[in-house]
Nanobody, 115 residues
Framework: QVQLVESGGGLVQAGGSLKLSCAAS????????MGWYRQAPGKQRELVAA???????NYADSVKGRFTISRDNAKNTVYLQMNSLKPEDTAVYYC?????????WGQGTQVTVSS
């Protein structure tokens, strides 16, 4: 069984920063993709950023240059550094772990950016 535990969400003013963390535990193969998705009220869940176990990254256009995803393979942990936050970044952020064809999700952490 795989478990993902997120931390780091909260309330921040526009222009501020937050860092999200997600620690994975359980049966985790070394080759995988970890990422962050977000879902705002009334909207579909969307990819924010993803990183492979080899370090390749992918970002949504809306966060490029502001967010940075990183990971510590020894700790099975992925991070999302979010800078220059905007009110439109407000959403529940979900950690995702993809192993081959299986997807695992965290419980979600709220990020609220006030204007």
């Amino acid at each position: 069984q795989v478990q993902l535990v997120e931390s780091g969400g909260g309330l921040v003013q526009a222009g501020g920063s937050l860092k999200l963390s997600c620690a994975a535990s359980g049966m985790i193969f070394s080759i995988n993709v970890m990422g962050w998705y977000r879902q705002a009220p009334g909207k579909q869940r969307e990819l924010v950023a993803a990183i492979t176990s080899g370090g390749s990254t992918n970002y949504a256009d809306s966060v490029k240059g502001r967010f940075t995803i990183s990971r510590d393979n020894a700790k099975n942990t992925v991070y999302l550094q979010m800078n220059s936050l905007k009110p439109e970044d407000t959403a529940v952020y979900y950690c995702n772990l993809r192993i081959i064809a299986a997807d695992y999700w965290g419980q979600g952490t709220q990020v609220t950016v006030s204007s």
